[in-house]
T-cell receptor
Framework: GQQLNQSPQSMFIQEGEDVSMNCTSSSIFNTWLWYKQDPGEGPVLLIALYKAGELTSNGRLTAQFGITRKDSFLNISASIPSDVGIYFCAGRGNYGQNFVFGPGTRLSVLP | ETGVTQTPRHLVMGMTNKKSLKCEQHLGHNAMYWYKQSAKKPLELMFVYNFKEQTENNSVPSRFSPECPNSSHLFLHLHTLQPEDSALYLC?????????????FGPGTRLTVL
């Protein structure tokens, strides 16, 4: 079945630093979603991407839909302590197909 | 506020108990989902309901039984569970056919099977 890989698995950064993470697939996807999950809570949708090459921002977060349609990237600028959590990517092929989720990138921010 | 609520938030049950998880979405969506989230594993899709009809059952054991009485409510009935079923169970909803199909999640039910 389809699988997504996320890199890195975990990262420790200093407050104020920028963060980059990515998600790759062996299959072509037509939609990418990025979620953040806090401990004990459900994932919260951050950004949705629908077109290859699309670059979308949500505050300090910016996500890109890779032009090969097999990857996506999430950047966080000027990290703050509340950015701590697990970031998941999800992708799907055609509209209406189920989303496949990545294993997540665990982000820790050191003060 | 995500618009998707789940109860209970925590549940401890023995292997012989019967319990139910409840999910309610206030977003006017027409599709609802159950996912299982275990430590260090990607989210596993369990069931999909589209316009109250079950459209997917991802080889889930029969000790898990879903019910969708209307497009706003989804239940997961549990019986004779095993300790390996302990996990975070997440409900999600989305708008299919004419809307963006992003999925919105509830806060989850943390299930522990003793």
């Amino acid at each position: 079945g389809q699988q997504l890989n996320q890199s890195p698995q975990s990262m420790f950064i200093q407050e104020g630093e920028d963060v980059s993470m990515n998600c790759t697939s062996s299959s072509i996807f037509n939609t990418w979603l990025w979620y953040k999950q806090d401990p004990g809570e459900g994932p919260v949708l951050l950004i949705a991407l629908y077109k290859a090459g699309e670059l979308t921002s949500n505050g300090r977060l910016t996500a890109q839909f890779g032009i090969t349609r097999k990857d996506s990237f999430l950047n966080i600028s000027a990290s703050i302590p509340s950015d701590v959590g697990i970031y998941f990517c999800a992708g799907r092929g055609n509209y209406g197909q189920n989303f496949v989720f990545g294993p997540g990138t665990r982000l820790s921010v050191l003060p | 506020e995500t618009g998707v609520t789940q109860t209970p938030r925590h549940l401890v049950m023995g292997m012989t108990n019967k319990k139910s998880l409840k999910c309610e979405q206030h977003l006017g969506h027409n599709a609802m989902y159950w996912y299982k989230q275990s430590a260090k594993k990607p989210l596993e899709l369990m069931f999909v309901y589209n316009f109250k009809e079950q459209t997917e059952n991802n080889s889930v054991p029969s000790r898990f039984s879903p019910e969708c009485p209307n497009s706003s409510h989804l239940f997961l009935h549990l019986h004779t569970l095993q300790p390996e079923d302990s996990a975070l169970y997440l409900c999600a909803s989305s708008q299919l056919r004419g809307g963006s199909d992003e999925q919105f999640f509830g806060p989850g039910t943390r299930l522990t099977v003793l």
